[in-house]
């Protein structure tokens, strides 16, 4: 079973560069996540998706953007990267209705010049 | 605003020690509380879960935790660590509108 697949698993990029982060789950879950990690300020959301069509804010939404526009797909897009983007980005799926464990992807490390 | 705060950046203990890591959250409404571990190089995993019922959940590998509504506390536990708890732990409360955000994290090092 996949589960989450996260592609690329790292890339380097040019600032001003726009990259698009995929994330692909086979689950069939309700609500996915985008997360990024960073070290000593651990995992901070950047934007959520409660169902297909729908995506909310999460606490550094700023400079990312997603879309939803199945139940299976989530990708995160990076419009004009800057430097300050460079992480580790995870992807999450879970049942939803807020009773549901996280599933991650494997992440994808990002680094911008 | 919702947040939540974990108490140690990070600990080191030897092996056979006792464990608890620190959690609070400030949410306006019902929360179901996670901890998740993050095994060196590898993505989070559940460690254990509450979403009602008995304060006090069991979760994988000897874990614990307990939760206190009147502190708005969810404290892990482990009466004795091993060197393969190296890890780091993330306290995570889940409202129903599904805005699941972590704390920062406590770094745990088990020297052997």
């Known amino acids: 079973t996949a589960g989450i697949t996260q592609a690329p698993t790292s890339q380097i990029l040019a600032a001003g560069r726009s990259m698009t982060l995929r994330c692909t789950q086979d689950?069939?879950?309700?609500?996915m996540y985008w997360y990024r990690q960073d070290l000593g300020l651990g995992l901070r959301l950047i934007h959520y998706?409660?169902?297909?069509?729908?995506?909310g804010k999460g606490e550094v939404p700023d400079g990312y953007s997603v879309s939803r526009a199945n139940t299976d797909d989530f990708p995160l897009t990076l419009a004009s990267a800057v430097p300050s983007q460079t992480s580790v980005y995870f992807c999450a799926s879970s049942e939803g209705g807020g009773t549901g464990e996280l599933f991650f992807g494997e992440g994808s490390r990002l680094t911008v010049l | 605003a919702q947040s939540v705060s974990q108490h140690n950046h990070h600990v080191i203990l030897s092996e056979a020690a006792s464990l608890e890591l620190g959690c609070n959250y400030s949410?306006?409404?019902?929360?179901?509380l996670f901890w998740y571990v993050q095994y060196p190089g590898q993505h989070l995993q559940l460690l254990l879960k509450?979403?009602?019922?008995?304060?006090l959940v069991k979760g994988i590998k000897g874990f614990e935790a307990e939760f206190i509504k009147s502190k708005f506390s969810f404290n892990l536990r482990k009466p004795s660590v091993q060197w393969s708890d190296t890890a780091e732990y993330f306290c995570a409360p889940l409202p129903n509108n599904n805005d699941m955000r972590f704390g920062a994290g406590t770094r745990l090092t088990v020297k052997p």
């Open positions: 998706s409660n169902t297909a069509g729908t995506t």
């Open positions: 509450y979403f009602s019922g008995d304060p």
């Open positions: 689950m069939r879950h309700n609500a």
């Open positions: 949410y306006g409404g019902t929360v179901n």
